[in-house]
């Protein structure tokens, strides 16, 4: 049975909810607290969590961020705003929907449904078939060909994706920009090679806080690139 984490304020909001998905055959848990929601909502047994935007304690935003740093469940978010910067920011930040009260609750049970069905799915197939490299917050899913910093997806072009997996491929080896091109580009290098050079700097500001100080692609003066581990 599915655990559903209600994280909302207004109680008859929140029991409504519960009485519709316990209906529907789901566990159900409520916190109206937005601190309480933020810690309950990394319980391992929590499968999904429907979560109001404005919170005493601790906002919906907030609460999404530390969510998505450490876990991929579902994340349904709800507000009483129907302003689009809200639902950009919500779906920005990782929600995987965004509903806008009032609503129907046979609607917010279908969503759940989808949502716990489309999880399930990716999660059975990752668990057979996806190869992955993760070092300190940052995933790279080679057979979904994504990229994760700390549970928040980056978006690369294939080129990016192909550079970025190689070298985390072959951690602490130096390549020089020649090698990079000829194994990423399939082509001699000549009068090509500042195109490495354009790639590594748009991979590092996706993926560095600081790109002057890189965590992951390290610059070898004089020689090329290195990924460290």
């Known amino acids: 049975m599915s655990k559903i984490l209600i994280v909302e304020d207004e109680e008859s909001i929140a029991e409504l909810e519960k009485d519709y998905l316990e209906l529907s055959g789901f566990d159900v848990v409520i916190e109206t607290d937005g601190s ?10 929590v499968d999904l969590v429907i979560l109001d935007v404005m919170l005493p304690g ?14 991929e469940i579902p994340v349904i978010m709800v507000s009483a705003k129907k302003d689009d910067i809200d639902k950009i920011r919500g779906l920005g930040l990782g929600a995987d929907d965004y509903v806008t009260k009032p609503f ?8 759940v449904k ?28 080679r057979t979904a060909r994504r990229v994760y910093l700390n549970g928040e997806e980056k ?16 951690p602490n080896r130096v390549y020089t920009k020649e090698e990079l091109f000829k194994n990423i580009w399939g082509l001699d ?30 610059t070898i003066w004089g020689v090329g690139y290195r990924f460290k581990i």
């Open 114 to 141: 989808a949502h716990l069905t489309r999880y399930d799915r990716l999660r059975g197939a990752a668990a057979v078939r996806n190869d992955e490299i993760e070092i300190r917050g940052l995933k790279i899913d």
């Open 36 to 45: 309480a929601g933020e810690e309950r909502a990394m319980a391992d047994d």
């Open 155 to 170: 978006f690369f072009t294939n080129k990016e994706f192909d550079l970025l997996a190689f070298l985390a491929e072959h």
């Open 189 to 218: 290098s000549v009068g090509e090679i500042a195109t490495v050079t354009v790639h590594v700097k748009k991979i590092r500001e996706k993926i560095e806080d600081d790109s002057s100080r890189p965590r992951y692609i390290e």
């Open 104 to 111: 129907s609750p046979s609607e917010l049970i279908a969503r």
């Open 58 to 71: 601790t906002d919906g935003f907030e609460i999404l961020k530390s969510i998505r740093r450490s876990r």
